[in-house]
């Protein structure tokens, strides 16, 4: 069935620029058809073509979501309308503490600690792996174990409280 695109326009409501818009990006371009020197627009093909431009939007898509939730539920499991809104405006004052605290620095996002921490671990491994370089020379020479343990005891501390400060 061949209709003009006012009518389309009119059927899908949306404005005629809406549709002149769809016509001039291509999107409905199998529907239009020359009829007598005039465009006509077959409807079965630009409906199917305009359901096939049209992503469903999110905001129906929640809404379905949450009447399917609201209709498989009793009555008596639906909350009342002023204790959702006391939940809701719970859950609002959390975010802005929140968002408070973090712009007081007193709450600090995971993936700085996360990098903190293996900046951290690097240095001790580092710290800890130069040891045996440092004094292999000095231990080679030493007979005594004490003073062998001593010398290690020393420069662990050393090492630790470098990484400490």
């Known amino acids: 069935m061949l209709i003009t695109m006012s009518e389309l326009a009119t059927l899908k409501n949306v404005s005629r620029t809406a549709v002149s818009k769809k016509i001039k990006s291509g999107k409905l371009e199998g529907a239009i058809v020359n009829h007598n020197g005039r465009k006509l627009v077959n409807k079965e093909e630009a409906f199917r073509l305009w359901d096939l431009q049209a992503p469903p939007s999110k905001d129906t898509t929640v809404r379905k979501k949450l009447k399917e939730e609201i209709d498989s539920k009793t009555v008596e499991e639906i909350p009342s309308y002023g204790e959702s809104k006391a939940?809701?405006?719970?859950?609002?004052?959390?975010?802005?503490?929140?968002?408070?605290?973090?712009?007081?620095?007193?709450?600090?996002?995971?993936?700085?600690?996360?990098?903190?921490?293996?900046?951290?671990?690097?240095?001790?491994?580092?710290?800890?792996e130069n040891i045996a370089d440092r004094l292999s020379h000095q231990l080679a020479g030493e007979d005594n174990p004490s003073a062998i343990h001593k010398i290690l005891t020393e420069e662990h501390r050393e090492a630790l409280e470098n990484l400490a400060s």
Not at 93 to 119: G, N
């Open 87 to 128: 939940k809701r405006e719970y859950f609002l004052a959390e975010l802005a503490k929140l968002d408070v605290e973090q712009k007081k620095e007193q709450v600090i996002e995971v993936e700085i600690i996360t990098k903190s921490a293996f900046a951290k671990g690097r240095a001790i491994r580092a710290s800890l």
